[in-house]
Structure formats: structure tokens, C-alpha cells
């Protein structure tokens, strides 16, 4: 089958170096289509499908993809936009297509199911994964076959894969850990992935008894939501290994999680530029809930002095500085952005921007961006993508996003606003941005409050700690 797509990638014109987007939920043909294109030396582009139609917009013209493959469920956002895009096909995975679109199946058809003439190299491109990161515009980290693959043995060394083992791939698949930490190691060791659309808790845990899942990945939000249901109703005997990144977890539940995975349950620290970093089975290490852990087999990782970019200046325990790695599971680059690559390294280190602490006994604490970014239920948003929006509406008069601490999604965006409208009301700006094509859905504010003035230093950027403080000082009650 992969073979097939290869060679029909290749019939439309496609060689290696070129670029192909992907907008579907998880489906047997996305993952067809990503093998077959780096099978012949090109480069799968997956879309996060929860964006907006100009968001979509934006990466495939960053990527300069000559294809865009769909699915069915996301025709809206992709019709909004396809008269803009500068793509050559659309490859359409569903029902009988409308327009000009080609099937996927009558795409794929012709093609022949032997090895396709290929040369391909360790350090060609394998994939572009875009990442919101610090910056408020998508970033294209460009990963090599090489560092997929050592990506892969890394992880599967860290929590112990194996390839009798079975995993649940219930979350997206244009993310770095669904795809490069589970997906694609478990295809490597000959294990078994099954796939589902998304998450819901009911048909997760059905799941494990049906396929006999033995590895399984969560958010922290999607953890508490699996140990908050009544487990007794289902067959989890199957379950081994358990892990969890993006937060932390508070310490009843990850106890919880603890007694859910017999074998191995553990916070995975890492990136879409880096891969796994780090990992603390807290079944080893009951005493260190909450830390992320120790560098992963191959990697190193330094806390540094904050102000500093050399590797050597290292902060002491309980110091709080930045995080470095380096290791061989690093990015390439930022595509099309050779400064910003520049700037993420010094003296061979990436530069998470991760702020972070060591304890006496070398386990690390990730605190937080060194920025303000919100981490909301494994979703990055960026304070600039709300206020950009905020900012065009005309009863706005100043508007700033912070994220407040959220038990669920570990934080929620909210933002702060100077009205120039009095009338102006909650309900009306969260409409406002609802309607937005530039933010998608899970990136509005949850909460708003107005306030007289914007907390900002002297050179007119806002303080967000100061703001974030202030917020929290005016909830009623915390943030569920």
C-alpha cells in the first residue's frame, strides 16, 4: 500500500525535497500517505485540523506544499481557503468528492506496489511539524530521517517497548508526541498501533479491553479524566505503561495513574524540536512527583543561568534557569527562518526556552516557559494570537492574554480588556472571536475580565507576571 501511494506521488510529480500537507484526523490513508512520501525522499506537512481556515492557509503556503490531502469532516475550512491556496492538487479522502478534487483511492490506484527508485539520506528532510513555539506565528521544524529514527529508539528504550506491546493512538496524529514518540517508534519495533479519531474517555477504556492496549499516552487534562471515571466497569488488565508530558499532574492523581500502570508510569519532557528530553518513572521514583526527570538514554540537559547562552555557566540546585539539550534527536531547522535556527543553539545546545531547576540529586523541574506561552489542555497558544484578534474589535481599547491555572487543562487563556465601548460585554467579544478565521475555537479566551489599565513596563510591554497576578487575585473561585 505504501508502495502504491509512492509511486502515485511520484506519477503527479512529486520528488524528493518537495513538500505535501495533510488536513484529516487520524486515518489508515494519512499514515500510508506520510510513509510514502519519505519513502521517496519528500516531506509530509500534518496540519493541526483544529486551526482555523487561515491558519491552515498560512502553513501550507510556509511549506510551499504542492499537495494537500483532506478528509470529509474538514471540507469547510479547506473550500474556504482552496481558491488562495498555491497548491497543484487536492487529494480528497471521503465520499465522492464536489469539486475538482481527486479521491484518494483513484489516486492511489495506479500506482505499483513495487520498491520505488529512491535515495534517500540520513539527514534528508523526513518531516515539517509546525509549531506555534514563543513566537505567535507557526514555526516549521524541519526533523531528519536520522533524528526521527534515533527519536524513535530513544523512547522506546526510555518506557520500555516492546513489540508485542499495543498502543492507543487516540490523539492526533499532527502532533509530535502522538506521531513521533508512539506512532512511529511502535511501527519501527514491529508493534501494534490502533487509531481512533480523537479522545473520549468511555471509548478509551473499551478500547483497552478490546484490543488487549498495553501502552497508553494522555494529557495531563485527559489523565484526570480517565481516573475520574468509574473504572470498575472496564477490562484494564492489559495495561502496562503509562505517560503523561505537557504539565505536571497534581500528586493524587499521578499516585492514581501510579496504581492505573503496573509497570511503568512516567512524565516524558520534550519537543517538537528536540523529541524526548526527559523521563522520571515515578514508579521508580515515588518521591519525585511532579519532576520531569533525568536526561533520556543519548541526550544531555543543562539548567543554565537565565541571562546567559553559555552552556557552561550552570545554575546551582534549586536555581532557576534555562534548560539546554543537545543530543541526536534534535530539528535541523526553522524553515525558512535562518536567524531563528541561529538563536535556538549555542555551541551545539538547543535552547528550549524552558525554564527549569534541578534538586539535589540531579531531577529536573520544568517550571514554565521562559516566555509566556499558554499551555492549555497539550494545546501551545501564544498571548499575540488572542490579542491580534482582540484588537479588532472596535469597542476594544487595549487588550492583553495571559494563562491562569487551570486543575483540568492545567491552564486556560484569558485575557484581560480596556474597554472603549462601555456596553462592551463577554458575550460579545467571545462571539467576536468565535466568527474569527484568524483563531481557531480552543485558542479563545474562557474568561474576561475588564480592567481600567494594562499593567505594562516603561518601554510599553505588558507585564504579563504582574497582570497574571492580578487576575488570579480577582477569580472568585479557582479555574476548574
Known sequence: RVNKTAHAF???????????AFLTYNLPEQVTGFYALMKIGAVPVPINYRLAANEVKYIVDDSSARILVFEEALRAPVMAIKDGLAIEKLIYIGAKPEGAEIPFETFVAPGSDGEPDARVGWGDAAFIMYTSGTTGRPKGVVRSHLADIMGSMIMALECGYRHDDVILNNKPLFHIAQLHLQFLPFVQLGGTNVLTRGFDVHETLSLVGAERISVLHGVPTQMVMLIAADLSNYNLRSLRCGFYGGQTLADDVTRKCMALF??????????????????CDYRKHPDKLGSVGKAAVNMDVRVIHADSKDPDELCKPGEIGQLLTRGPSLLTEYLGLPERTAAAFTQGWFCSGDAALLDDEGFIAVLGRMDHTIKSGGENIHPSEIENVLFKHPG????????????KWGQVACAAIVRRDPNLSAGMLDDFCLKSPNLASFKRPKHYFFVDEIPANPTGKVERGKLREL????????LD
Open 10 to 20: 511520484r506519477a503527479a510529480g512529486i520528488a524528493k525535497g518537495d513538500r505535501v
Open 262 to 279: 503496573p509497570g511503568y508510569f512516567a512524565n516524558v519532557y520534550g519537543s517538537t524540536e528536540a523529541l524526548v528530553v526527559t523521563t
Open 396 to 407: 476594544v481599547a487595549n487588550a492583553a492574554a495571559v494563562g491562569l491555572p487551570s486543575r
Open 471 to 478: 487576575l488570579i487575585a480577582r477569580l472568585p473561585a479557582p
